[in-house]
């Protein structure tokens, strides 16, 4: 059963789910007949990938860090994303699956952006276009599966001793993220399943999904020609190749390293400029 989401997501309706059939990549079957666990190539990079919206002041990265080099102490661990616009898993899903494209096979990503733990959702790891993803079960993890036609998908089943009801992400999925990493897979904390229980639209998001440090503001659209119409706020932009392709505090957007469109002033704050905050909507005219 599709389950809305939270409010304050970009509710723009809920994509029917691409049920996981046989891929002629990986010959791997639907997750729903799964009963083993899935193979390790020897080529896989077991790195353990952080991205969540804890913020880097507080005391719950560290507390993740702890607990995985607990479970996991030889296995690298990198910080990618901490602050993941607060509480919106729909924005966070676009940005993480965007991130997973320029990381090597294999890795884990443990990600948490979690406005329901504590609750009756569920938690979920997801194996979709050779990389793991670890986190909760509230459409965080639904465009990368969307966008794999060899994702398989496990339940997380297990409800171990002393959790806390607050910090799934150090008591949950940290050492199940832990556990795929270093290539011992928790087959008896985990039941497969065919479908997630919030999925949302896999296809572009047109709304700001991320304002960097610079006040550049990321958006949730890919493949946009360098002919197109953008505007944001009653503004227009223009393309630009680059920061120093354009004048010295001019606004334009372009196709950032992670393939999403972005709108940047050069030196300077487009959040700022132009009043930006996530959630934003974003207007794109293709002209052919």
């Known amino acids: 059963m599709k389950k809305p989401g939270y409010p304050g997501f970009f509710m723009s309706g809920s994509a029917g789910y691409r049920r996981c059939g ?9 997750a729903g007949l799964v009963r083993h666990s899935p193979p390790f190539l020897p080529n896989e990079k077991h790195v353990i990938v952080l991205f969540t919206d804890f913020g880097n002041r507080d005391p719950y990265v560290g507390q993740v860090k702890a607990r995985l080099a607990e479970h996991a102490p030889t296995q690298q661990v990198v910080d990618l994303l901490h602050e993941v616009p607060d509480f919106n898993p729909h924005a966070a899903a676009h940005l993480l699956a965007a991130f997973a494209t320029v990381f090597p096979p294999g890795c884990t990503f443990l990600a948490v952006v979690d406005p329901g733990v504590g609750t009756s959702r569920h938690a979920v790891v997801v194996l979709a276009g050779g990389h793991w993803f670890v986190g909760p079960d509230n459409g965080l993890l639904s465009i990368v599966a ?15 001793e002393g959790i806390s009801s607050t910090f799934h992400g150090r008591d949950l999925f940290a050492p199940i993220a832990a556990a795929i990493a270093r290539g011992a897979f928790p087959d008896d904390r985990l039941a497969p399943i065919d479908t997630l229980d919030v999925e949302f639209d896999a296809g572009d998001l047109a709304h700001v999904i991320y304002i960097d440090h610079y006040g550049n503001a990321w958006t949730g659209m890919r493949a946009v020609p360098k002919n197109a119409h953008v505007s944001v706020a009653g503004e227009r932009f223009q393309h630009g190749e680059s920061f120093g392709r354009v004048g010295k505090g001019e606004g334009f957007w372009f196709i950032n390293s992670v393939g999403l469109l972005e709108l940047a002033v050069n030196r300077g704050s487009a959040a700022t400029a132009y009043g930006l905050t996530v959630g934003d909507p974003v207007q794109v005219l293709r002209l052919n």
Do not use: E, F, V
Not at 146 to 160: E, F, S, V, Y
């Open 146 to 160: 969307a966008r794999h036609p060899d994702t398989r998908l496990w339940r997380i089943i297990w409800n171990p």
């Open 22 to 30: 046989r891929s002629a990549k990986s010959g791997l079957p639907p």
